[in-house]
């Protein structure tokens, strides 16, 4: 390949012989129209001369007078252009010649002379002629002056163009190798971008060379963005490429594809047998934390392999069954690669439906709220119920929360879902008020988005002021794992909704890593067991769920024991302290009209069907 100076070089003479040719090109234009107007100035002063003699020579033609003729020629010697000149009548006779007694014939009008010629005239009637044969040497000599003129401001202006040229050729090649440059690379880390892995591809395309594709994401990386700010989100890019690049073998390309996205590009007969070990490679290299700012951030990958042509049948399929792939990662719990299969592609088409379908379903009526109640252990009267989100798709059938919730969690349709439940739990509330049911307390679940959202409080301020419903009938549950997340954001978002009145729950308590100290600045008022430890129960599980009953009465929390299905875990609980109990033996799910005529009906009290909170 050539070197950018033998191109500039190459460029600069082209650029030289170009402004030669046009030189001459220009010069021989300007030359003969300069000698058009030099000879046609000596013309005219030739045929003015011709003039004066025909003018004193009509009575010499007249009467044949061959001396008055020369006595008319004599003045010419005084004009060093005119070789010769000849007094000639109508008939053809020359009269009278200049020089004397030369023989016309004995000088021959060549390139470098003219003739011109003036009638004699003799009361306005033509008598004779004057001819005149002119030397051209002085139009000559004027016309090789400019040319010689020319010539030399020519070379002075080639002299200080040729520089001038050499250095604006100089700064294009320079602005073009930048103009490259930023097409190719990332402002931020520096990486081949996006732009160069689409032309690494290509390439790859037409060399028939075999690829693998190691595609990374960062795990919660926005969360990074809005704690540093962008500048600290860049500087964490930054070494995080750094890091990448250290972990490559020789031949591996790395680019930043845009956003916290990264690809590893592998070609060669043994990529495929190497992008695993590349792979696991990388994600090793996010062990150790990374430092912005002075602060220790934890941060993982998560990343996808695909390979060419094994996993693709056309290469414009690699980058995006990576994709895949990668996503499938962040769905089994993140820091990890996932190879790409082809089930994973049929699953990604399944999850695309069930996102479009899902969208609509508000608008379409298709969601409903069930509720399953929530008893005192020892009086088996209800205390409330949990709010539990169903779907029933007229093709679909009814596709179950553990399928869509995902699938809504991973964009902003969960904040639309979120506020749906919220918005009829309320009024669902305020209709068996209404019915003169009392207020029932009815829990519903946080996502992690909700917990992040602004302006989540107003909303339910706006709900709760439009239902009428009073805040202490609304309980809000957010898993143990989404305050762990970011726990600050979580807290603050958590102090403001608990500050409106509203009773605060973690739901799968004991998943998590909570501590005692943690737990008593969280602004919660319950606890809920998770249903793992409950079903555990007679057995392991029992020691963990009197682990977390005495920290939660030493914290001043109530406890609910969710998951409760048999008699004996029933009866664990209620002799260990727990206050409530949740699960298929008290009382499955069921829609609201159904759970009113089972829950809300006015029954014995001692019968342990009814206790409304309110």
């Known amino acids: 390949m050539s070197t950018p100076g033998f191109r500039t070089s190459a460029s600069v003479r082209t650029s030289a012989i170009v402004a030669t040719v046009v030189l001459l090109v220009a010069g021989c234009v300007l030359m003969l129209i300069q000698w058009i107007d030099i000879r046609r100035e000596f013309l005219a002063d030739a045929e003015a001369q011709a003039r004066v003699v025909a003018s004193g020579s009509a009575a010499a033609v007249m009467f044949r007078d061959s001396a008055g003729a020369r006595e008319t020629l004599a003045p010419l010697v005084s004009v060093p252009a005119v070789r010769q000149a000849d007094i000639v009548a109508r008939d053809g006779e020359v009269i009278a010649r200049y020089p004397d007694g030369v023989d016309a014939a004995a000088r021959p009008c060549g390139y470098d002379c003219a003739r011109v010629s003036a009638p004699v005239l003799f009361r306005d009637q033509p008598v004779g002629t004057v001819r005149l044969q002119i030397s051209m040497k002085r139009a000559h000599g004027r016309l090789g002056s400019l040319a010689i003129a020319f010539c030399i401001a020519s070379a002075v202006a080639y002299a200080l163009a040729l520089p001038l040229m050499r250095g604006m050729r ?74 990448i690049a250290d972990a490559l073998p020789a031949g591996a390309r790395l680019f930043r594809l845009g956003g916290d ?32 700012d002075g602060l220790s951030l934890r941060i993982t990958a998560s990343a996808g392999i695909s390979r060419w ?4 049948a056309r290469l414009e399929e690699l980058a995006a069954n990576a994709d895949i792939a990668m996503y499938c990662a962040k769905r089994e719990g993140r820091n990890r690669a996932v190879r790409f299969e082809p089930r ?65 969690e991973e964009g902003p349709l969960i904040l639309e879902l979120g506020r749906w439940v919220i918005g009829e739990a309320c009024r669902q509330i305020a209709a068996w008020h209404a019915q003169g049911r009392g207020h029932v307390r009815l829990a519903v679940n946080l996502s992690v988005r909700q917990t992040r959202e602004d302006a989540l409080p107003g909303f339910i301020d706006e709900v709760l002021r439009s239902t009428g419903v009073p805040a202490h009938c609304l309980e809000l549950e957010v898993t143990e794992s989404v305050l762990m997340e970011d726990a600050d954001v979580a807290v603050a978002q958590l102090a403001r909704l608990r500050a409106r009145g509203l009773h605060m729950a973690i739901d799968d308590f004991g998943t998590g890593y909570s501590s005692m100290a943690y737990l008593k600045r969280l602004p919660i008022d319950k606890l809920k067991i998770d249903m793992a430890f409950t079903q555990a129960v007679p057995g392991d599980g029992e020691a963990i769920a009197t ?33 409530q109990l949740q699960g298929y033996l008290i009382g499955r799910a069921v829609p609201g009209d159904e759970f009113a005529a089972r829950w809300l009906a006015a029954v014995d009290v001692a019968q342990g069907a009814v206790c409304v909170a309110g």
């Open 170 to 243: 100089e700064r294009v090649r320079r602005a073009e190798a930048q103009l490259h440059h930023l097409a190719h690379n990332d402002p931020i880390t520096g990486l081949l971008n996006r732009n160069a892995f689409n032309a690494q591809l290509e390439h790859a395309r037409t060399r028939n060379r075999r690829l693998a594709l190691v595609q990374l994401d960062l795990d919660r990386f926005k969360d990074v963005n809005d704690k540093l700010g962008h500048q600290g989100g860049d500087a964490l890019l930054r070494q995080v490429g750094h890091r």
């Open 261 to 292: 996205e990264f690809a590893v590009l592998l070609a060669g007969d043994d990529a495929a047998a190497r992008v695993g070990g590349v792979a696991d490679a990388v994600l090793d290299r996010f062990v150790v934390p990374f430092t912005v």
């Open 309 to 312: 042509p094994e996993d693709a």
């Open 344 to 408: 994973l592609r049929q699953a990604q088409l399944a999850r695309i439906g069930v996102r479009e379908a899902l969208g609509q379903a508000v608008a379409a009526g298709q969601l409903a709220l069930h509720y399953q109640p929530q008893v005192c252990a020892d009086s088996g009267r209800l205390l409330g119920a949990e709010a539990l989100l169903r779907w029933t798709h007229p093709a679909l059938g009814v596709v179950p929360p553990s399928t869509f919730i995902p699938i809504a």
């Open 547 to 579: 682990a977390i009953l005495a920290m939660a009465h030493t914290l001043g929390l109530s406890v609910v024991a969710e998951g409760v299905e048999t008699p004996a875990q029933r009866d664990f609980f209620r002799q260990a302290g727990c206050q």
